[in-house]
């Protein structure tokens, strides 16, 4: 007890004053205009603190019970809750993302390749539902490559962190996507997990939804969704928008690989070369 009235008649931080100096804290009375007499006591709705409450201290003192946030990079105004431990096993970068359910794939608009027709390399940010960016990812290709081997070229997608840091690598052999040659698709090394799309990939004026499932179909794992993003920019760009929804407790590897899986989506039915379908 000693030791707690102590520290509650302990100076304030950054004072020189003397324990037993009152507090020079404003009158608990609203000031007003001149002739304003001061506000009245409680207004309706509003209880009034039972006895013995002290109030929420002084300024720049926290409240009791008060959540405590952090800003790891997130943009000014925007609290974040302080992440948890990450799961064990959880590769390098990826800490962020075993906290989430939902991520959005908004590739950028390259003003060269809507004016010349020349394919550049494709470049996405990775948000969480709240419009954060979290990752970045980039296409590494060749000039030749891009525009000779249009939708159907081989690439390395780097995804990159907010700290610099290269935490996924994505490559894509160059195969056929075209059931004429099928000796040349796309190779399954190992299957996870299936992939459900419509019958006819349209998104006109409309979302466009691949079914993600477990190997036997009967479980939904997620979804990833091509989203429509209005008429001029799907018909004078190839910049898509997708959004990947997953459980929150699913493997974050299997999260990684639904975000390749979307990838590959937009270069298999929904990238355009020299602005033609």
């Given at each position: 007890m000693e030791k707690q009235n102590g520290q509650m008649n302990a100076p304030h931080p950054g004072t020189n004053l003397p324990p037993d100096y009152p507090?020079?804290?404003?009158?608990?009375?609203?000031?007003?205009p001149p002739g304003h007499t001061g506000y009245p006591g409680p207004q309706s709705g509003y209880s009034i603190p039972p006895a013995g409450y002290s109030g929420a201290g002084p300024v720049g003192f926290p409240v009791q019970h008060q959540p405590v946030y952090n800003q790891p990079g997130g943009p000014a105004g925007i609290p974040w809750m302080?992440?948890?431990?990450?799961?064990?096993?959880?590769?390098?970068?990826?800490?962020?993302?075993?906290?989430?359910?939902?991520?959005?794939?908004?590739?950028?608009?390259?003003?060269?390749?809507?004016?010349?027709?020349f394919e550049t390399n494709n470049k996405y940010e990775i948000?969480?539902?709240f419009g954060q960016?979290?990752?970045?990812?980039?296409?590494?290709?060749?000039c030749c490559t891009r525009n000779c081997c249009g939708a159907s070229r081989p690439f390395t997608m780097r995804i990159i962190d907010n700290m610099g840091q290269e935490v996924i690598?994505?490559?894509?052999?160059?195969?056929?996507?075209?059931?004429?040659?099928?000796?040349?698709l796309q190779e399954r090394r190992e299957d996870v997990l299936k992939?459900?799309?419509?019958?006819?990939?349209?998104?006109?004026?409309?979302?466009?939804?691949?079914?993600?499932?477990?190997?036997d179909e009967e479980t939904i794992v997620g979804k990833i969704s091509k989203q429509w993003?209005?008429?001029?920019?799907?018909?004078?760009?190839?910049?898509?928008?997708?959004?990947?929804?997953?459980?929150?407790?699913l493997d974050v590897k299997m999260k990684a690989v639904m975000l390749g899986a979307c990838f590959l989506i937009d270069f298999m039915f929904f990238e355009k070369s020299g602005n033609t379908e």
């Open positions: 507090p020079q804290y404003p009158s608990a009375t609203l000031q007003g302080p992440a948890p431990p990450p799961p064990s096993g959880c590769p390098p970068g990826l800490e962020y993302l075993s906290q989430i359910d939902q991520i959005l794939v908004h590739q950028q608009i390259e003003l060269l390749e809507v004016i010349t027709g948000k969480n539902s960016k979290i990752y970045f990812a980039v296409e590494d290709t060749d690598t994505l490559e894509r052999p160059l195969r056929c996507d075209s059931c004429c040659c099928p000796c040349c992939i459900i799309g419509p019958c006819v990939v349209c998104s006109c004026c409309a979302d466009v939804d691949f079914e993600i499932k477990s190997l993003t209005g008429f001029v920019r799907e018909a004078f760009t190839d910049a898509d928008n997708f959004g990947i929804q997953f459980p929150l407790d």
